[in-house]
């Protein structure tokens, strides 16, 4: 295997794993001058913990900004390179979603967010209007405020009686509740209740991730199974497949059952709320009027597409509201679970990344089961992060100053300009997703002048362009004023893809705008009320699905005032400071 130092071999080694990849793949089929990547035992581990972007970091350092991967059968060209970023990111027509679409249709069906082609140029046309500047103002003051301010109320308890609030679970709850009523006015009111639509959601994002890392994608296509590990070159096999029973699997395998289960809970659910949108539209001929259209009573996007009367199914319109849901609500999730991990007032603090279980991101290797296990809570790598107690000061500051103890206005938000910042410097340091996925539609040139091949899997590791010493000075460091305050929002065009968390090109985020509003929201509500703090002894850890997931990140009531520093982070600590400021309690 290409740069193999061999002083780690054993049976399971990589490189073992590699020469077979290799060889199954054909060598590659690509331009030889794209190292592969040589894959030791730990770095194994460190896959399947979970944490796939931290070894593709690694091998950035070790191999450049455009290596390979050998991922069984197939291989993937991983790119840390913004130039190669851009290339790929903007020749839409050249690459298309592959993988991602593989994994994720079961629950998306055509929807936009994995469609190609006319579909969706047609569908990304329809829904991109809904998200105009008055609907996002109107959503600002009628949802984000006040999901964010029943949040602060659901934490105000727990600081009362002082339990610990696990923060990433609660702001999960809270996107939650934000995009069902912004998309269908439907209220999931997860912070408040358990209900089978929010548990089926829930289960369908979990299988969309589990997919990701299936070594036997038996829920495939039969066709698509086999085009996945090469099995047409293999004459005898190929034809003893062709008469196996693949996709009835997912008829007894019970994670699939729950999975079908899952979904047509959540497709008729939307399937019900479109039928009564539908009903009270023509009831009231309602018709969009003006760019900025909105209904009062209720100015859902899902409303807005009734209302604007384009020719689409019902099932496309279902499809296309559940790509939102999916796209919109684990990542800003994230974002703020991140951020205020980001701002906590200890300093020295460090994330710590740990094995727990078997977790690999995607079906990057075949190997014996034997090495798959990993015993749980070992821990793996601590990287520095510094955490600087003036940012948050900075911040509550700004929002107490700007907002003078109301609730913020969708003027407002462009005074929150140094929280925007700290949103901004999250999302470079944890992106959501932290790679994107495509696959060259025919051979290709990119830019260095490195050959691809037609059918190509590549993976843009964003996580890496936004941490790479080459791209960005005092890349590790959570610094939100190395985007000035004075200048333009950055953005990929006005970093030349150096800052790409929402992507770029034709496919970029539709929902950014709504989600940078969103996030800005919450964490002016929740600094406004809430005093908090990392305490000593828990391991912060690093997974990831679709996201990079925190693990153990949690809020409880305590005195402590931000001035205090505890020796390492752990649990967030919160105080309600409108209630009881002095009360001290231990968990
Ligand atoms: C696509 C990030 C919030 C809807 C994307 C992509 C990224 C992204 C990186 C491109 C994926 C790719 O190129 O393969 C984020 C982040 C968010 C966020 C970091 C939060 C901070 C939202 C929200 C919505 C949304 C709130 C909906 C309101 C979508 C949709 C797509 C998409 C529909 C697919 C677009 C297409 O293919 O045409 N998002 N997103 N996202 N996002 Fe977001």
Redesign the pocket.
Known sequence: AGGSTGSNRSWVSPDWLTSLSRSLSGGGGGDSRIPYADAKLDDVSDLLGGALFLPLFKWMLDYGPIYRLAAGPRNFVVVSDPAIAKHV?RNYGKYA?GL?SEVSEFLFGS?????EGAL?TVR?RA?TPS?HRKYLSVMVDKVFCRCAQRLVEKLQIHAMDGTAVNMEEKFSQL?LDV?GL??FNYNFDSLASDSPVIEAVYTALKEAEARSTDILPYWKAKEAFMSHFNLFEIPRLSLLLSHAPLPILCKIIPRQIKAEKAVSIIRNTVEELIIKCKEIVEAECEQVEGEEYVNETDPS?LRFLLASREEVTSIQLRD?LL???V???E??G??LTWTIYLLNPNSDCSVVTSRTGIKPLLPLLIVPAKCLFVPEGIVMSCIPMACDPSSLKRARHEVDEVLQGRPPRYEDVKELKYLMRCIHES?RLY???PV???RAQSDDVLPGDYKINAGQDIMIS?YNIHRSPKVWERAEEFFPERFSLEGPVPNETNTDFRF?????????????Q???L??IVALAIFLQHMKFELVADQKISMTTGA?IHTTNVRVVYDDKSEENTAQSCSILEVTDMSLHPLDIVIV
Do not use: N, Y
């Not at 929807?111 to 469609?115: M, T």
């Not at 790409?500 to 950014?512: E, V």
């Open positions: 990111l979603k991602v929807g936009f967010a994995i469609a969706w990304r829904v998200l996107t995009i912004s998309l996007i296309d790509s939102m849901l796209a919109g609500h990542t800003t994230s974002v999302l992106p959501h997703p994107l996925i495509r964003v790409i968390p929402f992507s770029g090109g034709p496919r970029k985020c539709i929902g950014d709504f989600a940078l969103e996030a996201t």
